[in-house]
Structures are given as structure tokens and as C-alpha cells.
């Protein structure tokens, strides 16, 4: 109980700076009699807004978009149709301009779907294009060139809301969203937009559907701008298409750069520098676009994690540098516990899971990678997968793990055909991967990045986490700490809080390997989990394999060290150039003639 | 007036595709599509719209033209191609770096030059005067412009055999084990936007007495050109440029049988369209993951 209180009244102190900054800020019209200033906020309020659902699809999911400024006039128009047209309140008027602009833009991301990022940069640019001769186009709707005029002020009950009631308005709907951003980048999903954007391949991997989630960033950023785009509307009382040129997309997008992409206050830092100041200082008004281009380049180059990423190195350098010792200290101690403490590994999610080949091929080009391969990896077993460079062994586990689709023959997973199935149902299904590099969430946190591996197991939909239901909080709370569990037991639990791009690399394999466990996994495939171990670190890793299975898992172990694999291995299967060569105990699989020749050449 | 449609469809659509070849031409080596791409088209336009080098003989204008937006291509690979390549930290980082680039050229122009649209006379002896063959109207100038866009890409073939063109594709397909077998990336990477932004010179010397240039003509290229490269394929020269005239013909259709004001929408939804149904472009030449 006393525990309880302990932390709210520290997230009390955390939110302090937040709740002055907001206080100020609704009390800057009142402090300033000159209108201007107000008008000024009102607007900066509003790119803000756009600006956070910006930020949620290129800072946390990395897409870009261009059309931001077009989903904005989506927002606006509706709006100003409807309330001047049509005497809509605003307050009617606005949820429908928001379910418009989501529609517009889950539509602008439909195309690019299966294609790589850039294409939705250059797609999202020809929809606000084609958006703005629409605009013109169909005159009798939107007012063509001279745009819509006399859209009213909201009205709540009795009073109709002046310049300053505009103001309050934005300023409560932005506190209102970040503390919904806040939460949800901090949730499930923000690891998963983040999977995304860092390593498609492990995203799948742990069961994020990497289109589901773009569309989901889409629909996001569809969402604020078109609120953002209603909130115009009133505040400017007209609509014009020249509010809406291709300067007025990249706006928002060097403002969520500028501030700090993946930062939650990088918008609000960038909206008040690269809008208000060039406002304020008149004279740099007129050279907004050179500004514009010129601090674009350079800060991709030299700050790509804008200002607020910036801010955060220099504290935390100051904080390395301030105590040597004990980062020293932190580093021996990891070193020194191993994992000589038996890792307890957790239930995983049912029995364990066999796996059957039946005459899988798969070429690249001309090069074929497997020709026919049948294999049976019976339940319950650690089946290692050997063969010199270029047998075949990754391409087999990513056959496994449907990261590729074979072109022909079949994959079954215990009695289930899963030669069509993708590889983020196969997660769900507790399939778990370690990659041969590391694929990790290098911004993120030791523990989130563990956190992520049970992103196929939460329970907890979208609207709880966001609402924070009590559910949704005690969920947390259990996964949390069986992360930091799985960390301590590898000997993480010191840099639980570090970023893990700072990991050393063996260590960075280890966190892989947490992520998977956290998977409560049915069926593993690891993919060279030795390589640039030491030998300590080794006898663990063997340890800890053997556990793995002892609780009740399936290992597939790709490995070239051959030691490692006859002291964990029950079945060994030898590839060469695509084919299986033998498979059987170690013992019998290593020692065979045919083996020995495909690794050492024929004898002479 | 099929036959109008035609004509518009291949002229403006060969400019489409030079667009999108020169996208291919940077694209070889870094992997990077050009944002900047329509603003160096637009560079090259005004160059022989507002300057002295409009006045020289066309042959040499060109020359000057396309080496003038060469340089100011192999600029943009300086300071906003190769230092975010080398860091790589951000994949989509070079998206950025591009657009910033264009922005910068887009500011520049419009200080440079009026925001005026001027009207470029094609090069003696073509014209631009319509002559009528078996009822299909076009001038001497259109047929030029179809003419050399199928020599430029009939060119690139030739060079995509050579010597250098194969050290292009081992390049793409992996820089590190391109370098370990003697080839410079880097070197081929400069040469390939000297060479991309002579297209982009020539594009633009071309695309002057078609369209009016001015300095606000870079946009519209750069999406039709990409519509072009998405629609063709990336890394294939012919197919883009079949996609150009495809595109050039929907769009002429769209502005005859929708209204002119539509062109750009009927354009991009037809892209869309075609992108919903073959995700890797109408030939289809599919890229193969690797995890």
C-alpha cells in the first residue's frame, strides 16, 4: 500500500514540470492582452497536434509522409462544409471531419502496403498533389480557388467561444492526446511500431503484421490531422486551397524532425522553433524556405535524433562521465554472474512443437538454396542443423519460420500445414526466432526490448492500454517483472534501463535470447547462437539450450560449433549445397564418413 | 482525336520515362530514389528558358545544359546522398536529405528567375508547327522527342553490358563484396549521378518547348516520373519508359473525356490502381528478401 503511494507521488513529481508548462501556456492569453500572440498560439497549438500524429507514423513506425498538410485539408474542408453548408455544430462536425481524414489516410497507405518505405513518401506526395486539384475541381463543394468563408466559432451551451476559447480548446485536446501518445508508444503497440521501423523481419518474428501496423500509424495520423484540420477551420473562420500547399506537408515533417522524431516532446519543440520564432522575427519569414531545406539536410546528417535526441545524449554523457566507476563496476558485474545461476525458464504456452519437411525447395535467382529437403524435428527434442557455409541451414529455418515461402513442398508444424501461413501467425502460434545478428530495438530499453517478445501474448486490446484500465495495468505489471526476471537470470538485470544498441555484442545475443523466452516459446529456431562467444559465455549458452528444453521446448539450433553441438544436441542433421546429407545421434551424424568429407574435402 | 490522345500520350509520356530513367540511373549503385530529380529537370528547363545559354546553338546549349546540372547533381550526392548513406542509421534518412535538396534548388530558382512561364523554340529544324499525315496530327519537334528517348534508353542497354555496367549491378547487389573484388563504389557512384544528371539537363533542354517552363515545373515531373518508375519497375530502363507512354496516354485521355483540371488525379488513381493489382509494376520483375 505504502509502496503504492511511494510511486504515484513520483509520478506526481514527474508530471510537475508538465503541469507548469501546460498552466503557463493556458495562461499566456490572459498574461498577453495582444491578440496576435494568442492567434500565433492557437495556431502553433494546432501543428503541435499534427505534428504528435506525425510523429507517431515517421518517428516511431518510420514512414514518411508527405501528405500530412493534404489530410489536414481533408479535416478542414469537412469541417467548413459541413458547419457553414450545412449549420453542423462543431462539435458534430468534428468527429465526422476526423473519420474522413482517418479514411483518407488508411487509403493513402493502402498502395504502398507491400512496398518499401521510400514508395510511401513518394505516394503520400502525389496524393496531397492530386488532393489539392481535387480541392479545385470540384468547385461547387469546396468554393474551388476562393475556398469556403464564415465557418462560426464552436459554441459550448450558451457561449460561443472567442479567440481564447479556441485557444483552451487546442491546448486541452493536445494534453488530452499526448497523455493517449505517451501511453501507447510506452505499450504493446509503441514496441511494435518500433519493430517496424528498426527490423521488419524480427517484427514478424515476434507476431507484429508489419502492414497492420502502418495502416495503424496511418489511421493515427489520419485521425490528428484531420482534428487538427477541424480545429483550423474554426480557428481561421475560412479555408482557402493555398493553405495547403506541398510547404505545408513538410512543415510538419521538419517540425517532428527538427524536435526530435521518437521523442514525445520533439513536436512541441520544433513547432516553437521553426514555426513561432520565424513569426515572431518577421525578417526570417521571407527565408522560411530556404530555412526550411538548409536545416532539413544538415540536421539529417549530423542530428538525425533532432533536438530532444540531442539533449538526451548530453545528459547522459555528462551522467557517464560524472561517475567512471561505477559504469566499470556495472560491466564487471555482468561479466561475473553469467549465467551460472540456472536460468529458470517459464512454462511455455503448451506441449512443444514438432516440425516436418517434406521435399522443400527453395532457389534464389540461380542459386538454389535448398533442393528437396525432408526432415522430421521430433517435439521435445534440441535438433541442431549443421554444414559448411552456404548449405542451406538459414535459408531451412526461415522456411521454418515462414520469414520465406519455399517453392515447393510442404511445412508442418506439429499436425498443422503451415506451408501457406505467414510468419507473424506462426509467432502467435509460439514460434520464436534468434537471428544469426542481432535484430533488437536499438533506442529501446534492455527491458522493453523483452518486453516486445511477448507482444503475441498480451491480452490487452488497444482501447485498454490507451484508457489504462486496471486490467491493462496489472498485465503490465506481471510482464514487466518477468522481464526483469529473464533478465537477471542471463545477468542483465544492471543495464535493465540501458539503451541496447550499448550492448556489447555478446550481450546483445543474450537480450535476443531473453526476447524468444519471453515468447514462452513452443518451438525455437536459433540461428547460430555460439558465433563470437566466449568460452565461458558457451558452457552457458549449453546450459541454458538444455533448460530450455527440460521445460518443455523444441530447439532448432543452426550451428557451426561443433562442440557445442554434440553436448546439447539429441538429433544432429547434416546439409550440404541444399541437401541432407544425415541425420542421427551425434555421435553417429558427426562421425560419418560422408560428413567429414563435406567439411574437410574427400580423402586423397 | 484517339489519335490526338496518342500522340500527347507518347510525347509527354517519353518525358515520363526519361524521368523515371534517370531515377534508375541514380538508383544503381546507392539504392537511393532522387527526390531532388523533378527540381534538376526544372534547373535544366530554365537554364535554356532564362539564360544566355538559351541562345547559343542548340547543340551546345544542351552540352552546356547537362553538364551544368551534372554538376549540381554530383553536389547533391556530396551533401545529401553519401554522408547520410555513410551513416546509415536511418533507413529512410536519404528520403530526407533528397527532399531537402529539391527544396533548396526549388528556393534558389524562384530568387534566380520570375515565376513568369516562358515559352523555348525548338532547335532548328524541328518545329512545333502540326503537320496533319493520314490524319494524325503531330510536329516535327514530338517526333524528336520520342525518337531520342528511345535512343537513351536503347543507350543505357549498350552501357548495362559493358564493363561498367556490370560493376553498377554488382554494386547493388552488395557494396562490400563489390569493393572486395577491386571495384570503388564510391567512384561509380559519382560517375552515375554525372551521368543521371546529364539525363536530367537533357530531360529538361527536352521538355522546354513542350511544356512552359518555369520554375515551379520540377513537382509535376518528379511524381509523373515516379509514377512512371513505380508503374515500369525499378531498375528497368525499357519498362519504365513503356510506362511512361501508358501513363501519358491515360493521363491525355483523362483530360479530354474528364476535364483538364483532372489530369493529375486521373493519373495518380490509375497508378494506385495498377499498383493495387501488380505491387512490383507491369513486368514484374520481383526483388527477392533476404533475411
Known amino acids: ?604 | 482525336m484517339i489519335a490526338d490522345i496518342l500522340v500527347a500520350g507518347l510525347v509527354f509520356g517519353s518525358l515520363y520515362g526519361l524521368v523515371a530513367v534517370g531515377f534508375n540511373i541514380l538508383h544503381r549503385p546507392t539504392n537511393v530514389v532522387n527526390f531532388a530529380q523533378g527540381e534538376l529537370i526544372m534547373i535544366g528547363a530554365m537554364l535554356m528558358a532564362a539564360t544566355p545559354i538559351g541562345g547559343l546553338p542548340w547543340g551546345i546549349a544542351a552540352a552546356c545544359v547537362m553538364a551544368v546540372v551534372a554538376i549540381v547533381t554530383l553536389a547533391e550526392e556530396r551533401v545529401a546522398v553519401t554522408p547520410v548513406l555513410r551513416r546509415s542509421s536511418h533507413a529512410v534518412g536519404w528520403v530526407i536529405t533528397t527532399l531537402a535538396f529539391s527544396l533548396l534548388l526549388a528556393e534558389a530558382a524562384g530568387r534566380l528567375w520570375t515565376d513568369q512561364p516562358s515559352t523555348v523554340a525548338p532547335p532548328w529544324p524541328l518545329s512545333m508547327r502540326v503537320e496533319e499525315v493520314l490524319g494524325v496530327r503531330f510536329s516535327s519537334y514530338q517526333v524528336a522527342v520520342v525518337v531520342i528517348a528511345v535512343a537513351v534508353v536503347a543507350l543505357l542497354d549498350v552501357l548495362d553490358r559493358s564493363r561498367l555496367g556490370t560493376a553498377l549491378r554488382a554494386v547493388a547487389a552488395d557494396r562490400d563484396g563489390a569493393r572486395l573484388r577491386g571495384i570503388d563504389p564510391a567512384a561509380l557512384t559519382r560517375r552515375s549521378f554525372l551521368l543521371g544528371g546529364a539525363l536530367a539537363g537533357l530531360t529538361g533542354v527536352l521538355a522546354a518547348p513542350l511544356l512552359l517552363a518555369s520554375v515551379t515545373m520540377g513537382l509535376g515531373l518528379l511524381i509523373k516520373g515516379f509514377a512512371a518508375l513505380a508503374v515500369g519497375g525499378i531498375g528497368d530502363n525499357r519498362g519504365v519508359l513503356v510506362a511512361g507512354w501508358v501513363l501519358g496516354v491515360i493521363e491525355a485521355a483523362g483530360a479530354v473525356f474528364a476535364s483538364p483540371g483532372s489530369q493529375s488525379v486521373v493519373l495518380f488513381a490509375a497508378m494506385l490502381l495498377i499498383l493495387l493489382i501488380r505491387p512490383n509494376g507491369l513486368r514484374g520483375l520481383a526483388v527477392q528478401r533476404h533475411v
Not at chain 1, 57 to 76: E, N, P, R
Not at chain 1, 488 to 498: F, I, K, Q, V
Not at chain 1, 499 to 507: C, I, N, V
Open chain 1, 1 to 604: 500500500m505504502s509502496e503504492a503511494r511511494g510511486t504515484r507521488s513520483g509520478a506526481a513529481r514527474r508530471a510537475a514540470p508538465w503541469l507548469v508548462l501546460v498552466a503557463a501556456a493556458a495562461a499566456l492569453p490572459l498574461l498577453s492582452g495582444d491578440p496576435t500572440i494568442t492567434y500565433l498560439a492557437t495556431t502553433a497549438g494546432i501543428y503541435v497536434l499534427v505534428g504528435t500524429g506525425l510523429n507517431l507514423m515517421f518517428g516511431y513506425t518510420g514512414q514518411v509522409s508527405l501528405g500530412q498538410g493534404a489530410l489536414v485539408a481533408v479535416g478542414a474542408y469537412t469541417t467548413g462544409i459541413l458547419m457553414a453548408d450545412h449549420d453542423w455544430t462543431f462539435w458534430a462536425a468534428a468527429p465526422v471531419a476526423v473519420l474522413v481524414a482517418v479514411g483518407a489516410g488508411t487509403l493513402m497507405a493502402l498502395p504502398a502496403f507491400r512496398l518499401s518505405s521510400w514508395y510511401i513518401a513518394l505516394v503520400t506526395l502525389g496524393a496531397a498533389m492530386a488532393a489539392r486539384s481535387l480541392l479545385v475541381e470540384f468547385e461547387g463543394l469546396t468554393g474551388g480557388w476562393s475556398g469556403l468563408i464564415g465557418i462560426p466559432r464552436p459554441v459550448l451551451g450558451p457561449w460561443e467561444l472567442g479567440e481564447r476559447g479556441v485557444f483552451w480548446l487546442v491546448l486541452a485536446v493536445n494534453v488530452v492526446l499526448f497523455a493517449m501518445v505517451r501511453t501507447t508508444v510506452d505499450s504493446r503497440l509503441g514496441r511494435g511500431m518500433m519493430a517496424v521501423r528498426d527490423a521488419p523481419e524480427m517484427a514478424r518474428s515476434v507476431g507484429v503484421a508489419p502492414a497492420r501496423m502502418k495502416l495503424f500509424a496511418f489511421a493515427c495520423g489520419g485521425a490528428t490531422a484531420g482534428l487538427g484540420g477541424a480545429l483550423l477551420a474554426v480557428h481561421h473562420g475560412l479555408v482557402t486551397p493555398d493553405d495547403f500547399t506541398l510547404d505545408f506537408s513538410i512543415l510538419f515533417l521538419l517540425v517532428v524532425i527538427i524536435g526530435g522524431a521518437a521523442r514525445l516532446v520533439g513536436p512541441i519543440i520544433g513547432t516553437l522553433l521553426f514555426f513561432a520564432l520565424p513569426e515572431l522575427l518577421t525578417g526570417l519569414a521571407e527565408w522560411r524556405g530556404l530555412i526550411y531545406g538548409a536545416a532539413l539536410l544538415v540536421l539529417m546528417v549530423y542530428a538525425p535524433q533532432g533536438i530532444a535526441g540531442e539533449w538526451e545524449r548530453l545528459r547522459a554523457r555528462r551522467r557517464a562521465s560524472g561517475t567512471p566507476s561505477d559504469a566499470y563496476g556495472t560491466s564487471d558485474v555482468s561479466d561475473a554472474s553469467g549465467t551460472d545461476v540456472p536460468v529458470e525458464v517459464g512454462p511455455p504456452r503448451g506441449e512443444p512443437l514438432g516440425v516436418e519437411l517434406v521435399g522443400v525447395r527453395k532457389s534464389f535467382g540461380g542459386v538454389h538454396a535448398l533442393q528437396g529437403v525432408d526432415l522430421t524435428i521430433e517435439p521435445g527434442t534440441v535438433h541442431a542443423i549443421v554444414g559448411p557455409n552456404g548449405s542451406g541451414k538459414t535459408t531451412l529455418l526461415n522456411v521454418i519460420s515462414r520469414l520465406l515461402r519455399q517453392d515447393g513442398g510442404r511445412v508442418l508444424l506439429g499436425t498443422e500445414d503451415v506451408s501457406r501461413a505467414t510468419a507473424e501467425r506462426l509467432a502467435r502460434h509460439g514460434v520464436a526466432r534468434v537471428f544469426q545478428t542481432p535484430r533488437l530495438l536499438g533506442a529501446s530499453s534492455l527491458r522493453d526490448n523483452v518486453l516486445l517478445g511477448a507482444y503475441a501474448r498480451e491480452r490487452t486490446g488497444g482501447t485498454a492500454t490507451v484508457l489504462r484500465l486496471p486490467w491493462a495495468r496489472r498485465e503490465r505489471a506481471e510482464l514487466t517483472e518477468e522481464a526483469d526476471r529473464l533478465l537477471a537470470d542471463l545477468g542483465l538485470a544492471e543495464r535493465a534501463d540501458e539503451e541496447a544498441a550499448a550492448l556489447p555484442h555478446g550481450e546483445q545475443r543474450l537480450l535476443e535470447v531473453a526476447r524468444a523466452l519471453m515468447t514462452r516459446p513452443r518451438l525455437l529456431l536459433m540461428d547460430e547462437p555460439a558465433a563470437g562467444l566466449t568460452p565461458r559465455e558457451l558452457e552457458s549458452l549449453g546450459r541454458l539450450i538444455r533448460a530450455i528444453r527440460d521445460a518443455g521446448t523444441t530447439v532448432v539450433l543452426v550451428e557451426h560449433h561443433i562442440e557445442l553441438v554434440a553436448s546439447v544436441a539429441d538429433v544432429v542433421t547434416v546439409l550440404d549445397r541444399g541437401r541432407l546429407v544425415t541425420s542421427g545421434s551425434p555421435q553417429d551424424a558427426l562421425g560419418d564418413a560422408r560428413v567429414v568429407e563435406v567439411y574437410l574435402g574427400a580423402p586423397a
